[in-house]
Structure formats: structure tokens, C-alpha cells
């Protein structure tokens, strides 16, 4: 865990406080919270199904990146009093602002990886790195 006054914290809350793009990051960046934000945006899910829908995530880090999440008040975790217990997840008000960004997101990230796979192909080299052709891919 990062001490709050370190060098590395204080710059990066500089950061955040003076980009959007950053602070944006900063709340849905990570290896798992694309993935449980793409699954909720399409509705309410239950922790076990978030758990085996998402490949590879465990118990544990699903429990922290979800506390994260609501932390940032991106999603909420309701709680029914019922035997066995059930927790669902959704977007707040204010996640839900996220849906266009998000579905942008998964627009690029589909399209980069259809080009990379592209040019991988025609260059046979899977470690060359490509710059993108602006013109090709219609940006």
C-alpha cells in the first residue's frame, strides 16, 4: 500500500486533479474493472454470476475491485434480508453516465485489436509494433 504522502501519491493526485482523461482512469483503470463494468452496464448482476462470468478473477479481487467501485460511487451493492443471502450490483445514477464512454471504449479497443491482428498477419511477426495508419482505419 502507498503511503498517502509519498512523492509517487502526491504526484499523481496532481495529475488527476488537473486532467479529466486521468481521473477518469484512475476510476475504471485496473485489469478487472473494465470487465465488471461491462457486465453491469448492461443491468443488475449478482456476485456469483459477476464471479462466473468474469474468467479468471478471484473471490478476492472481485470483492476489492466492487468496494473500489462503490467507493467511487460507480456502483451500488444491494443487500436483501432474505435466507440464503443475495447481493446484487448496479450502476448509480452517476455509473450510468458512463455508458457512452465506456461503449466508446469497447468501439476502439475492438477496432485496435482487429487492426493489430491485420497487420500481425501481413507482417508475420507478431512482436512488430505497428503504428496506426489514421487513413486506413477511418479515424
Known sequence: MRKETSTNALNEKMMIDSC???????????????AILCRLSYGTMRYGELKKDI???????????????????IITRVVFPEVPPRVEYRLTELGRTMKPMLDAMSNWGNMYRKH??????????SATLHVLDETKIGI
Open 55 to 73: 474468467i479468471g478473477i478471484s473471490e478476492r479481487m472481485l470483492v476489492a475491485q466492487l468496494r473500489e467501485l462503490e467507493k467511487d460511487q
Open 20 to 34: 479529466g482523461m486521468s481521473s477518469s482512469l484512475a476510476v475504471i483503470g485496473g485489469r478487472w474493472k473494465p
Open 116 to 125: 493489430i491482428n491485420q497487420t500481425q498477419d501481413l507482417s508475420g511477426d
